[in-house]
């Protein structure tokens, strides 16, 4: 298993694992590290590549809009990037979205509920999963079923 972990250009990122590269990239106020439950799961078949994308783990921490991960960032910096992710609205480019794309949500979620799932279903080559007993936290509320129904969908379409 390789294990790497690179700092240039004040972006960090960490990549485990051999075999078709997958990509990580974290939910909001969260950094790499949202992925430990996933990573042991998807490191047998992939390369993992879990990025801290900028504001957050390891990355520069910019004034405004982005979040770090750990520790944990002043409330005034979270509130931007909630607003940033609010007025962004990227529904008319979801029909140019050519990869195949698991769509996931928690049948309990109180903050990203099913309600959001249409739009979504836009998407060509997509694939809705919601999970019953589940609420927002899906990967860490109950890693194991989370990470079946990811990896079932990565190894029936590969790279």
């Known amino acids: 298993m390789a294990r790497q972990v690179s700092h240039r250009r004040a972006r960090a990122h960490d990549v485990q694992g051999d075999g078709e590269p997958l990509l990580l990239i974290p939910y ?19 390369s ?3 990025i801290d994308l900028p504001g957050s783990g390891e990355s520069d921490k910019p004034p405004i809009d982005f979040v770090r991960g750990r520790p944990a960032q002043p409330v005034a910096a979270f ?25 996931t949500f928690g049948a309990r979620d109180l903050v990203c ?5 249409d ?17 927002h ?3 860490h509320e109950d890693p194991e079923t989370f990470n079946r129904a990811t990896l079932d969908f990565l190894l029936r379409h590969p790279g």
């Open 119 to 135: 739009p979504l279903r836009t998407i060509a080559d997509s694939e809705l999963v919601v999970f019953d007993h589940l609420s």
């Open 28 to 46: 909001t106020s969260a950094d790499h590290a949202c992925y430990a439950f996933q990573l042991p799961a998807y490191i047998e078949r992939f």
């Open 137 to 139: 936290a899906g990967l």
């Open 48 to 50: 993992c590549i879990a």
């Open 79 to 103: 509130l931007a990037q909630l607003d940033a992710v609010v007025a962004h609205d990227a529904t008319g480019a979801l029909s140019e979205i050519e990869a195949p794309t698991l769509i």
């Open 113 to 117: 509920s099913t309600r959001f799932a």
